[in-house]
């Protein structure tokens, strides 16, 4: 019997137009019916998830920052936090601004970054959404900001192929971090020693539950940890070919309702 139940969110709750499907949010209610707690496990920081809480109707610990950050979405409830120390942060920003990549800054109060598309698309998120649930996006050039806010992640942005591999070996000689890719073009750069694995570990240990009683789903190489972490280990149909040679059990697209399909073939 599965007591926890852990889901990544893009590409695998979330279908291709960022939505929560029916079947998904059905089943998930199915699980939290008969006793089993479910998490969720993000690259996100919480600034750009308070819609899909009151969504997923959520009301446990969320992982977030890919494992840098454990809380409470609606209390003031910090189960685990870590951060990124400033002056690797600076070191990373620099990096970035050597190659033109985009980046963004992720905090448990805001997300700081230069425009970008990416920042431009948060904007347009939020001009749809209610005051409770909008993100504190602050756009500035000025990196005194470091000295205000602490990260706990920082996500890269490089389109270009080949540039993406030369940040790879740029990122590589950076001590002290973690990093790891959420998608295509996507690098998210955290911590020493975090991941959605050894979080989801933490989680575990504080409830008392097992590891033969966790179920995982992702789709991202970002979820490798948990995914192979967990007593079953979910892949999305969609899920990068990596990830799915390790998983337990490869499931349907997200846009197919793969966790729900999953749900309902092995704990209903």
Same mark, same amino acid.
């Given at each position: 019997?599965?007591?926890?139940?852990?889901?990544?969110?893009?590409?695998?709750?979330?279908?291709?137009?960022?939505?929560?499907?029916?079947?998904?949010?059905?089943?998930?209610?199915?699980?939290?019916?008969?006793?089993?707690?479910?998490?969720?496990?993000?690259?996100?920081?919480?600034?750009?998830?308070?819609?899909?809480?009151?969504?997923?109707?959520?009301?446990?610990?969320?992982?977030?920052?890919?494992?840098?950050?454990?809380?409470?979405?609606? *209390?003031?409830?910090?189960?685990?936090?870590?951060?990124?120390?400033?002056?690797?942060?600076?070191?990373?920003?620099?990096?970035?601004?050597?190659? &033109?990549?985009?980046?963004?800054?992720?905090?448990?109060?805001?997300?700081?970054?230069?425009? &970008?598309?990416?920042?431009?698309?948060? *904007?347009?998120?939020?001009?749809?959404?209610?005051?409770?649930?909008?993100?504190?996006?602050?756009?500035?050039?000025?990196?005194?900001?470091?000295?205000?806010?602490?990260?706990?992640?920082?996500?890269?942005?490089?389109?270009?192929?080949?540039?993406?591999?030369?940040?790879?070996?740029?990122?590589?000689?950076?001590?002290?971090?973690?990093?790891?890719?959420?998608?295509?073009?996507?690098?998210?750069?955290?911590?020493?020693?975090?991941?959605?694995?050894?979080?989801?570990?933490?989680?575990? &240990?504080?409830?008392?539950? &097992?590891?033969?009683?966790?179920?995982?789903?992702?789709?991202?190489?970002?979820?490798?940890?948990?995914?192979?972490?967990?007593?079953?280990?979910?892949?999305?149909?969609?899920?990068?070919?990596?990830?799915?040679?390790?998983?337990?059990?490869?499931?349907?697209?997200?846009?197919?309702?793969?966790?729900? *399909?999953?749900?309902?073939?092995?704990?209903?």
């Amino acid at each position: 019997m599965y007591k926890l139940a852990v889901f990544d969110m893009d590409g695998t709750v979330l279908n291709s137009n960022h939505l929560v499907t029916t079947e998904n949010l059905k089943a998930i209610k199915y699980l939290r019916s008969i006793g089993v707690k479910t998490i969720i496990a993000t690259g996100r920081p919480s600034e750009l998830l308070k819609k899909y809480m009151y969504d997923l109707e959520v009301d446990d610990y969320v992982i977030s920052c890919n494992g840098s950050v454990i809380s409470h979405p609606f *209390k003031d409830d910090v189960l685990y936090e870590s951060t990124l120390e400033k002056d690797k942060v600076s070191e990373i920003i620099d990096m970035c601004e050597e190659g &033109n990549h985009d980046y963004l800054v992720y905090t448990r109060d805001a997300i700081i970054t230069k425009d &970008n598309p990416r920042a431009r698309w948060f *904007k347009e998120i939020n001009k749809m959404l209610g005051e409770k649930e909008k993100g504190n996006l602050i756009e500035t050039e000025d990196h005194s900001f470091i000295k205000t806010f602490i990260p706990n992640k920082i996500l890269v942005l490089e389109k270009d192929p080949v540039k993406y591999q030369e940040l790879i070996k740029k990122v590589s000689k950076i001590e002290g971090i973690e990093f790891t890719q959420s998608w295509m073009g996507a690098m998210d750069i955290s911590p020493l020693n975090n991941s959605k694995g050894i979080a989801v570990k933490k989680l575990a &240990n504080h409830f008392g539950i &097992n590891q033969d009683e966790i179920i995982a789903f992702g789709d991202q190489l970002n979820d490798m940890s948990m995914i192979t972490y967990a007593g079953l280990g979910v892949a999305m149909g969609n899920a990068e070919e990596e990830l799915k040679e390790v998983a337990n059990y490869i499931t349907d697209t997200n846009d197919n309702d793969g966790v729900a *399909k999953a749900i309902y073939k092995f704990v209903k």
